[in-house]
């Protein structure tokens, strides 16, 4: 018998490795997604991609989306509260589910904030991507068919010239050193357009560049 669970859904390559790594997981069944959106912007919150994709991306994964709803500039208590009422609306679709799945790599202290905020509402943390070899994973997220476009970048971290790449293995040759192969230290986001989950991929075009805070740029993704 497997066990219900929500995954934490980005739009991005490690949603969609760890939603990938679950349904291969006879443990596991994979209830619905969780997005945190910030609706002033009508984006998912910190990659800055349209919200229409992240609907598109759930009919082609056939999975119910829940949204963590925010405004721009939310504090931490406004978030945790969103992220809250997301985790009520879920068991409220399907009682007695109390499980989680993030597609964090190694950074421990984000994994230790997660845990504390799920213990307090009776839920639990799964994290199926945990300490694997980043390297290992981003080839593996390009040889298994899946395609991503860089649609933030961190310019304190990584050269504003990488927004609007693609995620392949140029890209990967052309990383520097110091910038980890998934970007799991912020150096970048990525929004997910063809992946072997879904049957029809989406058709995106790139559209405005935008530096946002002095620091992060982002290229606005148009869906064709």
Same mark, same amino acid.
């Given at each position: ?5 929500? @995954? ?11 939603l990938?790594r @679950?349904?291969?997981? %006879? ?26 994709? @992240?609907?598109?991306?759930?009919e *082609? ?25 997301a ?7 399907? %009682? ?9 790599l190694?950074?421990?202290d984000?994994?230790?904030? *997660? ?6 509402h009776?839920?639990?943390?799964h ?19 899946? +395609?991503?476009?860089?649609c ?6 990584l ?5 609007? *790449? ?16 998934? &970007?799991?230290? &912020?150096?970048?986001?990525t ?9 029809? %991929? ?6 405005? +560049? ?7 740029q982002?290229?606005?993704? @148009?869906?064709?």
């Amino acid at each position: 018998m497997n066990t219900p669970l929500l @995954l934490a859904w980005s739009g991005g390559k490690d949603s969609a490795l760890a939603l990938q790594r @679950l349904l291969d997981d %006879p443990r596991w069944r994979v209830e619905g997604l969780l997005t945190t959106v910030t609706m002033e912007y009508d984006r998912i919150s910190i990659h800055g991609v349209r919200r229409s994709i @992240l609907q598109a991306q759930a009919e *082609r994964l056939r999975l119910p989306l829940i949204e963590a709803r925010i405004p721009p500039q939310a504090s931490n208590a406004i978030y945790e509260t969103a992220f809250a009422n997301a985790l009520d609306e879920a068991r409220a679709r399907t %009682p007695g589910i109390d499980t989680i799945a993030f597609g964090d790599l190694f950074l421990a202290d984000i994994r230790a904030y *997660r845990e504390q905020q799920l213990a307090r509402h009776g839920w639990r943390g799964h994290f199926p991507l945990w300490g694997e070899d980043t390297t290992r994973l981003a080839r593996r997220f390009i040889a298994d068919g899946h +395609r991503a476009i860089l649609c933030c970048v961190d310019t304190q971290q990584l050269d504003a010239a990488f927004c609007g *790449r693609e995620f392949d293995a140029e890209l990967l040759v052309d990383l520097p050193p110091s910038c980890d192969p998934c &970007g799991e230290n &912020g150096e970048f986001h990525t929004c997910v357009y063809t992946s072997p989950l879904w049957r029809e %991929p989406l058709v995106l075009a790139r559209g405005e +560049r935008v530096l946002r805070d002095g620091r992060f740029q982002y290229v606005d993704l @148009l869906g064709i």
